[in-house]
């Protein structure tokens, strides 16, 4: 029997009654939420660490566990140096930690996030020029990693491609904040970052439109993090 961890965009926990309680895998992480004198209480845990918090919820609405994107640009940085030589190209795949939100959707009201639990892998960084975003390392693995799900990350497939007269070091690949996860293989992923290399930098290539206009394949601020 197949006991690997799948990840879901959205789970849902149902309030439960008084003495009931509710228990949810997510990944290779459980969740606990049971009532309590004034309220419910909820536990988070990873297995190594865990977090308590204390709820206030109305009688209609729904409270469920989704995992999000960063919701700040994110630069990854291969662990492993990726070179990519003249007119060569070079494709793989790359892990992004997802975060645990915990959000409330009220009775015919939109929801809100009540509270989201960051993933110790990611590092908050400022820089000039490009405001607050993350920073993450990451293996480059050459086929989709199907251990991913057990690490409560996202796949990110890249393909980079070196239009330079020099060999291109990739330093980082970057994640756009408004970027969106979906689901494959018992697990997450982004959709493809697929750039162009010249000299120092990257910029997302350039695409066709059935009507003829020219597309990048990810918003021109995707590179504006790992400057």
Not at 38 to 58: C, M, N, Y
Not at 219 to 226: C, D, I, Q, W, Y
């Amino acid at each position: 029997m197949d006991h690997a961890p799948i990840l879901r965009l959205s789970t849902p926990l149902p309030l439960p009654s008084r003495g009931g309680l509710v228990r949810a895998r997510c990944g290779p992480c459980e969740a606990l939420l049971e009532p309590v004198r004034g309220g419910f209480a909820f536990l988070w845990s990873d297995g190594r660490t865990a977090q308590r918090l204390h709820l206030g919820l109305a009688a209609a609405g729904e409270l469920r566990l989704e995992l999000r994107p960063p919701g700040e640009p994110v630069a990854v940085t291969p662990q492993e140096p990726v070179l990519v030589a003249p007119a060569a190209r070079v494709r793989g795949y790359l892990l992004v930690p997802v975060v645990p939100t915990l959000v409330w959707q009220p009775a015919g009201g939109e929801p809100v996030a009540l509270h989201a639990f960051a993933p110790p892998a990611l590092a908050a960084e400022w820089r000039s020029g490009a405001g607050h975003g993350f920073v993450a390392t990451s293996p480059w693995c050459a086929r989709f990693p199907a251990r991913a799900a057990s690490l409560l990350q996202a796949v990110l497939p890249v393909r980079i491609r070196n239009d330079g007269p020099r060999p291109h070091d990739v330093a980082a690949v970057p994640i756009e904040r408004d970027s969106v996860l979906h689901a494959c293989r018992g697990g997450l992923a982004f959709a493809v970052a697929d750039l162009v290399a010249v000299g120092d930098r990257m910029a997302p290539r350039q695409r066709n439109r059935p009507d003829g206009t020219r597309t990048n394949s990810v918003p021109a601020s995707f590179l504006e993090l790992p400057a």
